[in-house]
């Protein structure tokens, strides 16, 4: 039998959402903040000739730049002040996780509640800032080594792109916690699935127009959209796949009533990591290729243009780099989110327990058993989808392309936020049965 939650769900409509006033205004704000992203995507940095820089990103972007222009909306290959998007901030994010692990202090901060992760989002912030810096210093330092891009050399121009890159992230930094806070999503990931989503017509219109030109196989017309819809119904399937461990609760009387044994599940994603490893992976690639293509192109030594190369986008070193990172951070990712001692131990106090399996310690053993071999799945799944794509992408040589890690982002993302609207819309419909179970009872 389904329960209240799912007949409601079953049951939500329009006129629902028109009744649910505070939702629209968390939709609306959400949509207004993701507009001012997009709007700041087309201001260009001060002080570098479009014309130029166009054409000299026109020479790069089938390698790693093409890759960061994507995950940044266009920013890039227009050098506008949003062009370090929120790569920095992961990247960032990724460093402070792992110190966290490594670290007993910033272990015991975790644990301390708000306050910690207060604390811990500070020093998220203080390191972007410092990794910002570094790479709006390579990104200065490549524009001064093209020819012409540049209109007045220098310190002024290098400390003033390194202001409007650094100040640029940290906005977006700002307006994705406004998002979460006010609106609907994940702010972090909305503003990279709205990066994402704003080249998809520039990818179908240069698709066709390597059709037409006879730059593509007529067999991709069909074969490209076969095999995103199949990515995508893939990661659906995925994403919603579980492994649900039966709960036991023994029979308890309280006072003179005595309560029936009930029975529930544990539910264990296929995927607990999320979208999170291949963003991560895809951070800690962009840093040093992007450090390495810029240094290469000045006085630099030669093993720059080497690593550079190396890691361009379609190469075997990246895609054994990238395959590798995203397994890791999977593994890595689910021992943070998901800790089965602390799980068992609630099973514990609750009464609960899986059957043929002794409470406590066993029991999170047992429950780490199955996580770590679901994860192995969930890791060998994000590897494919991710990497298949990629390797159409070198095979093309399409530049602006949309890879397994961009369709990855846009269907997850898509389906969290569609299941917050509809936890919204159940809490509304929660809210008028209260309030009409209320005034039945007055009549009364």
Not at 33 to 41: C, D, E, F
Not at 112 to 136: D, S
Not at 253 to 261: D, H, L, P
Not at 392 to 412: A, C, E, K, R, W
Request: one cysteine or more.
């Amino acid at each position: 039998m389904a329960s209240a939650a799912e007949q409601l769900a079953k049951n939500l409509n329009f006129s629902t959402f028109a009744k649910a006033k505070v939702l629209q205004q968390r939709i609306l704000f959400t949509l207004g903040a993701l507009l001012v992203y997009r709007l700041g995507t087309y201001i260009p940095v001060p002080g570098i000739d479009p014309d130029a820089y166009a054409q000299t990103f026109k020479q790069a972007q089938n390698g790693i730049f093409g890759m960061f222009d994507l995950f940044a909306g266009g920013a890039v290959h227009r050098m506008a002040i949003f062009a370090l998007n929120l790569i920095p901030y992961i990247t960032a994010s990724i460093v402070v996780q792992v110190l966290t692990t490594a670290s007993p202090r910033l272990e015991a901060l975790k644990k301390e509640g708000e306050a910690g992760r207060r604390k811990m989002n500070q020093y998220t912030r203080y390191l972007t800032v410092v990794f910002c810096a570094i790479q709006a210093y390579g990104i200065a330092v490549g524009l001064e080594g093209s020819q012409g891009v540049v209109l007045n050399p220098g310190w002024f121009f290098r400390i003033s792109t390194i202001v409007t890159l650094v100040g640029g992230t940290m906005f977006l930094m700002w307006l994705g916690e406004q998002i979460t806070s006010r609106g609907v999503g994940n702010g972090i990931s909305l503003i990279i699935f709205a990066g994402i989503v704003a080249n998809l017509p520039t990818t179908i219109v240069q698709t066709l127009e390597l059709l037409r030109q006879g730059a593509l196989a007529g067999f991709w017309a069909i074969g490209l959209p076969l095999l995103a819809i199949v990515v995508i119904a893939v990661i659906v399937f995925f994403e919603r796949a579980q492994r649900r461990l039966l709960i036991q609760y023994p029979k308890r009387q309280v006072g003179n009533k005595m309560f029936q044994g009930d029975t529930s599940h544990l539910p264990l994603k296929l995927n607990t990591s999320g979208v999170i490893p291949p963003i991560f992976a895809s951070s800690l690639l962009l840093l040093p290729a992007t450090i390495a293509s810029f240094a290469s192109r000045g006085d630099a030594p030669q093993w720059l243009g080497v690593v550079a190369a190396l890691l361009g986008r379609g190469q075997p070193v990246y895609l054994l780099t990238y395959g590798v990172l995203t397994i890791f951070f999977c593994f890595f990712y689910t021992s943070i989110v998901f800790n089965p001692t602390e799980t068992a131990d609630n099973l514990k106090r609750s009464g609960g327990f899986i059957p043929g399996i002794r409470p406590g310690e066993r029991t999170a053993q047992h429950i780490d058993y199955v996580l770590a071999r679901i994860t192995v799945v969930g890791a060998i799944y994000l590897t494919v989808v991710c990497l298949i794509p990629e390797v159409i992408h070198s095979q093309l040589n399409v530049s602006q392309f949309i890879g397994g890690t961009s369709l990855l982002i846009m269907v997850t993302v898509t389906l969290d936020t569609i299941s917050q609207i509809q936890s919204h819309l159940i809490a509304q419909q929660y809210e008028g049965l209260v309030k009409r179970s209320r005034l039945g009872g007055r009549k009364r």
